[in-house]
């Protein structure tokens, strides 16, 4: 008779207290309430029929422009609920797409990612809605699509906002090379509390509230589901996209209006944690890196928010509002 230790027993038994305050969510979160109607537009990528997300909020009385939002890599378009609040308040028409491999698009079980192919993705949504001139801001990783998108899109995009982008720097640089296989390793090895763990040490500086911990849950929703291994294996992919795909060595070319909002205490960096003990002091420094970016971009404004995180646009509301209201 096999006999279980009492840590044992105490181990299984908070794994699944840890399970049950967790909502599962399936590969394209079709349980999860978005704050806005969600449309599907269908794509065919690399021989292969793909469907992709998107809120379209219009405002009561319009103003003839059009916003598009983009999302973080650990994040999708529901986290923009107060923003596009806010912008259409104003009579701006919203676009919150979720990109290939996140929220609630598709999850292929095999896709060459590309800037080129999100931004490629995201005109043709706005070309089948009939939107030729768009304000794009892009947060996080958002922010990396958001300069490809520009650079590749000059005469649709009007003006450009980015909001603590990452690819203000290029880890590969500084930071070993992880294979996808390494990065799938990792991502199965994901639950709620390394979730909440990462965040509140990169994103929060150690203070936690509740609206920070639905967009933890949402994501540890994934985890605690049969679908996840096909989740984990698109994280995967788009972080060898976002590690070998610099927009960094680009920054001249923008021809667009650009504000910069840069949260002073943002320490955000793909692949710190393997980087030498040298160089991780140096890596994700927003505070200079924003200054350097504003600098290289021709008509570029930087907003510093002092004391603030990797997500001005959820830690503080009011602070990114006016800075985004006042540039459009």
Known sequence: MRIISCSLILFFTTLNINAQEVKAYDAELSTYIYPYPVHFFSLANQGQRLKMAYMDVKPSKANGRTVVLLHGKNFCGAYWDSTAAALTQKGFRVI????????????????????????????????????????????SMGGMLAVRFTLMYPETTEKLILENPIGLEDWKTAVPYQSIDQWYKGELAQDYEKI??????????????????????????????????????????????????????????????????????????????????????????????????????????????????????IESFGQFRKALLEFL
């Open 96 to 139: 919150m797409p979720d990109q290939i491999g996140f929220g609630k698009s598709s999850k292929p079980a095999a896709l060459q990612y590309s800037f080129q192919l999100l931004a490629q993705n995201t005109k043709a949504l706005l070309d089948s809605l009939k939107i030729t001139k768009v304000a794009v801001l892009g947060h």
């Open 196 to 313: 909440k763990k990462y965040q509140l040490d990169n994103y929060y500086a150690g203070q936690w509230t509740a609206a920070y911990d639905k967009w933890a849950r949402l994501l540890a929703g994934w985890t605690v589901h049969p679908d996840y291994p096909k989740v984990a294996w698109n994280a995967a992919l788009t972080y060898d996209m976002i590690f070998t795909q610099p927009v960094y060595y680009e920054f001249e070319q923008i021809k667009v209006p650009t504000l910069l909002i840069i949260g002073q205490r943002d320490r955000t960096a793909l692949g710190k944690a393997n980087a030498p003990a040298a160089a991780k002091d140096t890596l994700g420094n927003y505070p200079v890196l924003g200054k350097r970016a504003a600098a290289r971009i021709p008509s570029a404004k930087l907003v510093e928010l002092d004391g603030i995180g990797h997500l001005p646009h």
